[in-house]
């Protein structure tokens, strides 16, 4: 994983994560994922960055929050319940039985600009005032779109994105 060590593509990295989890978690009981992302959770809820941390407390007040991720939705909405926001997007396997079947059904990073696009549409919302923040290449499709990009600790694809377009950048 190159990408770790920050040397290599972020995706790359996510398709390698992919793959791998894909191949590991079929026919895996639903309920031993939801467990230990519980687990997960309860030792990592608040390794947030006190930036981020503060700017959803300033935003939560007047604006919708999702979150579009590429960690599995156990995680994410294990995660949600601390942070609140209004939506979760994460990536969804194929389930039968119970178990999963190791089909990917839904990866909300591939296309966040669509996960974007389609959560105002169903919400008869705006991207008026809208403000976007994110730190990789996968990011940069929504973050095009909002009025207000944020690109914290990008990594080095988003931040040449981010110099060309003049997106604020916060390291």
Not at 108 to 130: C, H, M, T, W
Not at 147 to 165: G, T, V
Request: aromatic share 12%.
């Amino acid at each position: 994983f190159a990408w770790v060590h920050r040397a290599g593509s972020y995706e790359d990295y996510i398709n390698t994560v992919v793959k791998s989890y894909a191949e590991r978690i079929s026919g895996v009981l639903v309920s031993d994922v939801e467990r230990v992302a519980e687990i997960v959770i309860a030792q990592q809820k608040y390794r947030v960055y006190s930036y981020t941390r503060q700017l959803v407390k300033d935003l939560r007040s007047d604006y919708r929050l999702i979150a579009i991720s590429g960690s599995p939705i156990e995680i994410v909405r294990e995660f949600n319940k601390i942070w609140k926001f209004d939506a979760v997007f994460g990536m969804v396997f194929g389930t039968k039985n119970n178990e999963y079947t190791g089909e990917v059904k839904f990866l909300p990073i591939r296309d966040k600009r669509a996960v974007v696009e389609q959560y105002l549409a169903e919400e008869n919302l705006s991207l008026k005032g809208s403000v976007g923040v994110g730190d990789t290449e996968t990011d940069a499709s929504f973050l095009d779109i909002v009025d207000k990009p944020i690109c914290f600790n990008p990594n080095q694809s988003l931040y040449k994105i981010a110099k060309k377009k003049k997106w604020h950048i916060v390291v």
